[in-house]
């Protein structure tokens, strides 16, 4: 496999394959944004590592936008959903195709096996791809757990105890994680779809932005837009079609029916907040178009400052801003290059 799709996705795998062994159990916190809309925000530590899920529930169906890249998440939103949905799960929906957005669908589909996955038709065109990423992950989880007995005996002898517990615990999550599978999608959208969840229409749109494959979902009725990694305050630029980006991104804030937007990543936005990550990437274009002889190292030197004082809060967002402004600086460069 090739393709940048599945490249992106066999990169991601590393990071999942840590965190399955390493990090403890991180409480999702279910938000209610509407009478009719959940949002299921992933805990700061994890904020730029896995994504947040939505659930919206009409009067005859219910949805889900987006699932953690963390299958016991998944399972735990599972149980929770079983408890809390007065309807059907109908429909299943992908963002895009990235690890932490789309792979935990196996788990959904296994609980809600007459839920239907919706995605973009560039992602149902590469969905081979999609269900290798999803083997790969596990196979990813088996080898980190197999390493990591094998240097058992490099630790502390009072600390062995507590990580054969771990990992013992992490090989029989591996061995249940084996039993799901990604079904294929059963709605694609190449354009926009309406859905009725019963009283309640949602439309669905696709996009050329973060990546090639793109869906939001907006929920006319309450005017929320369910906007994934698109409308992340710190986007992740390194794939996407940035000038077709920019373009979305500021329709969106134009549009005066929208009054809430729920990110794939961080707390929910109002659209004033678009300014910001309307302004990152445009930067980024001006930054390498202004001097495309210049190296990847010298146009981050000449990157405007100010960014970094907005998105460097943490420690996270420390580690995370370099790498996101370097990503996108050369994805600015290969567009700058493609247009002349």
């Known amino acids: 496999m090739s393709s940048p799709f599945f490249i992106m996705l066999k990169k991601q795998l590393i990071v999942s ?7 403890p159990i991180n ?3 279910w938000q209610q944004i509407t009478p009719h809309i959940n949002f299921l925000q992933q805990p700061e530590p994890l904020r730029f590592y896995d994504s947040n899920q939505i659930v919206i529930e009409g009067d ?3 949805l889900v936008f987006d699932a953690s890249g963390d299958f016991s998440n998944v399972e735990r939103m599972v149980v929770k959903l079983k408890k809390r949905l007065k309807t059907p799960l109908c429909y299943l929906v992908a963002s895009h ?8 669908m196996a788990v959904l589909q296994h609980y809600f096996k007459d839920a239907k996955l919706i995605v973009h038709s560039a992602i149902n065109a590469e969905f081979n791809s999609v269900k290798t990423a999803f083997t790969d992950k596990l196979d990813s989880y088996e080898q980190s757990i197999e390493l990591s007995y094998q240097r058992l005996a490099e630790q502390p002898k009072e600390q062995q105890a507590a990580w054969r517990t771990k990992l013992n615990k992490a090989k029989k999550r591996l061995l249940r994680f084996r039993k799901y599978s990604l079904q294929p999608p059963a709605i ?3 354009q926009s779809l309406t859905l009725d969840l019963g009283n309640y229409p949602v439309e669905l749109k696709a996009y050329q932005a973060q990546t090639n494959a793109d869906l ?3 929920a006319s009725q309450e005017g929320v837009l369910l906007g994934g990694d698109i409308i992340d305050y710190l986007p992740y630029p390194g794939q996407g079609n940035l000038a077709s980006w920019l373009e979305a991104l500021k329709k969106i804030k134009q549009n005066k029916n929208i009054k809430k937007l729920l990110p794939g990543h961080g707390p929910a936005l109002q659209k004033a907040q678009l300014t910001q990550p309307i302004s990152f990437l445009q930067a980024l274009l001006d930054t390498a178009q202004k001097t495309p002889e210049q190296s990847l190292e ?17 420690e996270i967002s420390k580690k995370i801003y370099p790498i996101f402004l370097q990503a996108g600086l050369k994805r600015a460069k290969t567009s700058n290059i493609r247009m002349h």
């Open 27 to 29: 409480a999702v916190t």
């Open 188 to 190: 694609t959208v190449d």
């Open 97 to 104: 195709y990235h690890d932490d957005h789309l792979l935990g």
């Open 298 to 314: 010298q146009l981050q030197l000449t990157f405007p400052s100010h960014f970094a004082t907005t998105y460097e809060r943490d």
């Open 60 to 62: 005859e169906c219910a």
């Open 216 to 218: 939001t979902l907006f």
């Open 17 to 23: 394959a840590v965190i399955f062994i390493s990090l």
